[in-house]
């Protein structure tokens, strides 16, 4: 069992719906970064996505390909992600999820990357742009570092390829929850209710609902059929108003906490 | 009409040996396959076909003529040089060739609105041509920098209907305005028909952009036999993303004989590091869907390509290309801005022909390459576009009557 089921084993137990947090590493200094990082799990993330910068995020909107441009100039990559998480392991157990383009993980290899995650603490991979069809080369060494790979499911997905992903991936199943791009949005449309149902029932996975959750009510309706709540950009938008500022980490620590309140 | 045996490569899943693929985002796989299942069942549909061939020919104004350069032929002392006239097509490139067919197939899917990324604008005109003819509304991704270099086809494009949105973000060429695109496809999957301009991008993009432009080699072909009796020695063609290259290449494949020669960007030198020679000096990667060289630093970040021409202003490079290259199959070659306009100047004035500045890096390459071969070799080149939309480059360049040696 890995600590991402784990986590989905603890939070079923206690009655609970799960929170993943995700942050863009090195956004926008690998120091102030780490302090995010633990403030979010302090304030009770269950599980962090930390993102591996990429120059041309395709799949994300204006807030995270903003991050990706303040950590790629703070000198942010592949081993600097891996350093990230080896120093935030020095102090804590939250499951770690290390997301990305593939690209930036190609060029590094995928089995010494791997390898290399395994020993840095990382849990899980999650490559935007590599659907299971595409995952021969990866996902090998991935099953073999130990590591969960997490598939992705789309509104425009189908349910062939939902239950194809559910049993290609691992940890949880990223559930996205409209077509478009990463950003806060104001509500969800109504479809995305009986959608996760759907998909809740006919897999085998949990199920973590992202893309669009910006507040504790949302991600409180997101989970009525869901396992767990994604909320990037968000957290995002508040390392980007706060920077290294020392008010940043407690700002996030305050809205985790209150999404965190929602799910239980 | 030509026949339309299938072309063995890529495979089922649009792999070129290691290259290609679908690698994308979730959300548009099943688009993905959605478009693939349509253009096999259109490519295989005789009423398509007849559609499109009409249109290619009283529309885009097809057969393009094959053309003797005799005056650069005797300048260069060495090989015959013959001239592929895309840059006679309607809208003034190879791009109406692809436009037509992926517009045919986007009316068949119902699709309700297009978009396109462009870098020279040529694309970017050829799609607000067949939108305009078919009343289908379309938007236009450009880089901010293109948009400026390239002002004359962003005014041809909105008189044509469409719009234009300038992409602020990296280095506002053609990367950027293929992502830009890319999130609008994203967010619009179901309504909306992504008309992708080169050999580039998820599978099926690579092999449909180039079967829908093999019918300048198809044409090219028999042109030459009937004009030489003979196959070329070489055939050349620049590569951006390289659909004009597949299209005169796709024929001559299959004749070993046939030296390749796809030319790319050379920038302001190799050395520089300002450069589009993507094949050259690239490495295997992802980016835009389809795995291929790409020009990236050690930790996989994609770095901003350079070219005086906007359409080889572009860090990676179709699939098909890629594995060409590894087979030994086609030769990558590259040349430079200040050789590009060399070229340009060449068939100006020994030709009365102005080529688009991404043309005039075959012409240059060829003419090069005629001056080592002799009297008895050919040489074909692509002639991709016209040079009208280069006007401001040039005169910024204060470019005029070089004889350009
Ligand atoms: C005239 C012309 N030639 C060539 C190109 C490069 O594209 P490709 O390599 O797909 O032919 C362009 C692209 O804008 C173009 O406008």
Redesign the pocket.
Known sequence: MTAIDAAFRRLRASGEKGLVVYLTAGDPTPAASLRYLRAAADAGADIIEVGVPFSDPTADGPTIEAASRRALSSGMNVAGALELVRKFRGTHATPIVLFGYFNPFYRYGWSSLCKDAREAGVDGFLVVDLPFEESGEALPSIRKAGLDWIPLAAPTSGMARVRAVDRAGSGFLYLISVTGVTGVRKTLPPPVAAWTRKVAKATRLPVAVGFGISSPAMAAAATRHADAAVVGSACVKIVERNGRGSRGPAELSRFVRSLKKALR | MAKRKGNRMPDPAGHFGSFGGRYVAETLMSALIELEKAYRKAWGDRSFHRELDGLLKSYAGRPTPLYFAGRLTEKAGGARIYIKR??LAHT????INNTLGQGLLARRMGKRRVIAE??????GVATATVCARMGIPCEIYMGEEDVRRQSHNVFRMRLLGARVNPVTSGSRT?KDAMNEALRDWVTNVRTTYYLI????GPHPYPEM?RDF?SVIGREALPQFRKAEGKLPTAVV?????????M?IFTSFLRYPGVRLYGVEAGGLGLSSGKHGATLSRGKVGVLHGSKSFLLQDATGQILEAHSI????DYPGV?PEHAWLKETGRAEYVSVTDAQALSGFSLLSLYEGIQP?L??SHAVAFAYRLAKKMRSSETVLVNL???GD?DMGILMEMGEGGRDGD
């Open positions: 895309e840059d003034g490139s190879h791009k462009t870098g020279a604008g040529q694309h053609l301009g080169s050999t580039a952009v432009q063609a620049c590569v951006g993303g390289g659909s004009n290259a299209g021409s906007a359409g080889l179709g688009a991404e043309s991709s576009g016209r939309k």
